[in-house]
């Protein structure tokens, strides 16, 4: 069956250090994943988009990996900051265009000055 | 740009009656619009998706005739519970997606507690 592995439920790191969140999945082929950040009662906020011909993308302090064949993403916060805290979501779509999205659990990460 | 709202932010509701909630793409025209159920700790599961003037498509096991979807307008999609009960008691958000985009942008969710 398909399924949606992020690392871990938490993680906490020190405030400057490079947070590193895993995302693997079995049993899709997606064409795109998503990052999204998840703040306590509120709706997920887009951060960034990796199709699966590309390799990395960046955006600021943010940095995805896709590999396809690992069957994994990672999404790397550099020069983290106490403001990063909050749980971060992996999202497959696995067909081309507007398709749906299968979101993992999320990882919440916490940043300690 | 590719801003989602929803109303109401949150909503506590009688068993057995029925509520609705609204959500908007406010600087965009939303072709596709989808709604999710996130419980405490859990992902977000997807329930619905719904394209402007057509009827919603529902995921495996979501009472379509329990959570009426419409999508009535390019900008507005509206969800209502009908019938309410305690174990719908959930946070609910709605996302929408523009002609020709890839990512979804997210409503703040409403909070729907049934007492």
């Known amino acids: 069956s398909q399924k949606i592995e992020q690392n871990s439920e938490a993680l906490n790191i020190q405030e400057g250090k490079t947070a590193t969140l895993t995302c693997n999945y079995t049993n899709y082929s997606p064409a795109y994943l998503q990052w999204y950040r998840q703040d306590p009662g509120r709706g997920p906020v887009f951060l960034l988009l990796i199709r699966e011909n590309e390799k990395e993308k960046r955006k600021e302090r943010l940095k995805v990996t896709f590999d396809t064949t690992l069957k994994q993403s990672l999404f790397h916060i550099t020069a983290s900051q106490p403001a990063d805290s909050a749980t971060y979501l992996c999202a497959l779509a696995a067909g081309s265009g507007y398709s749906t999205l299968t979101f993992g659990k999320g990882t919440m990460l916490l940043v300690s000055p | 740009g590719a801003v989602v709202s929803q109303h109401p932010s949150w909503v506590i509701c009688k068993s057995g009656t029925s509520v609705k909630i609204e959500c908007r793409s406010l600087?965009?025209?939303?072709?596709?619009m989808f709604w999710y159920r996130q419980f405490p700790k859990q992902s977000l599961m997807l329930m619905a998706t719904s394209n402007e003037g057509s009827k919603a498509t529902y995921e495996q096991g979501v009472e379509k005739d329990k959570f009426l979807i419409n999508h009535a307008s390019l900008t507005l999609s509206t969800l209502t519970v009908t019938s309410a009960h305690p174990e719908d008691s959930s946070f609910y958000i709605c996302?929408?997606?523009?002609?020709?985009?890839?990512?979804?942008?997210f409503g703040p969710g409403t909070r729907l507690t049934v007492t």
């Open positions: 996302s929408a997606i523009g002609q020709g985009a890839t990512e979804q942008y």
């Open positions: 600087d965009f025209q939303a072709t596709t």
